[in-house]
């Protein structure tokens, strides 16, 4: 007798806003060879995007609003038990602009991926396009991270870079991390439902290995 396949991952999506990474992760779960199904999107905006792309994709959908809560503790009591009846493998934040608590973190660890929109661990926390004009620098990008208790904090599994010019302003840089947060995040997703990247107790393993500094895609 053969024996039965290995159940594939089950990948669930929080997002806030329009949804641009969530856009690119469906379209890559619908991939024949993907080793993850996207099964449920979660929001915390009745109204926002992201909830439209997943309808149209025909991806169950919740929304735990943190308007109706009174703290965040509640918020996220709220928001862990949905996702707890979708049995999720990984959670993946995609635009995701709510600061979670330590319990919720911990109920995750090792299964919350998080984007953000700089070469971690420089410029964390927001307005990262503008800062990084400050500050004069020639290259900016991408992180994707293990998300813990530290606010973007957690170890990087991988970076793209793209190039600062003279004449880029914080759009037209938001324009070219957002290029390269649409072909990372797919990439690093695929790795985690494929195993082949794990939190470790010291860092982040990649095919079983720690790997010193976070995978590079190059500059563009």
């Known amino acids: 007798m053969k024996a039965d396949p290995a159940p594939v991952p089950k990948i669930l999506v ?27 999107v979660g929001c915390n905006k009745p109204g926002a995007f992201a ?42 934040l995609a635009g995701f ?6 319990d919720f973190v911990r109920a995750f660890r090792g299964r919350m991926l998080n984007i953000h929109p700089s070469l971690l661990p420089a410029y964390t926390g927001l307005n990262t396009h503008q800062r990084v004009l400050d500050a004069g620098d020639r290259t900016h990008g991408v992180s994707i991270h293990f998300v813990t208790e530290e606010l973007d904090g957690g170890p990087v599994i991988a970076q793209a870079e793209v190039t600062v010019e003279e004449a880029d302003t914080p759009e037209s840089l938001a324009e070219k991390v957002q290029r390269q947060e649409h072909i990372l995040y797919p990439i690093v997703v695929r790795w985690f439902c494929e195993g082949r990247v794990q939190l470790g107790s010291e860092g982040v393993l990649f095919d079983g290995e720690p ?7 190059p500059a563009n």
């Open 14 to 40: 929080l997002a806030s806003g329009s949804g641009t990474n969530l856009q690119a992760l469906i379209e890559a779960t619908r991939e024949r060879n993907f080793p993850g199904e996207l099964i449920a």
């Open 97 to 102: 602009m709510r600061i979670l608590t330590r």
């Open 51 to 92: 909830l439209e792309r997943a309808a149209q994709a025909n991806i169950k959908t919740f929304v735990v609003d943190h308007t109706r809560y009174g703290s965040r503790e509640e918020f996220d009591a709220a928001l862990l038990a949905e996702i707890m009846r979708h049995s999720p493998d990984v959670v993946v």
């Open 211 to 217: 790997i010193k500094n976070p995978m590079r895609l």
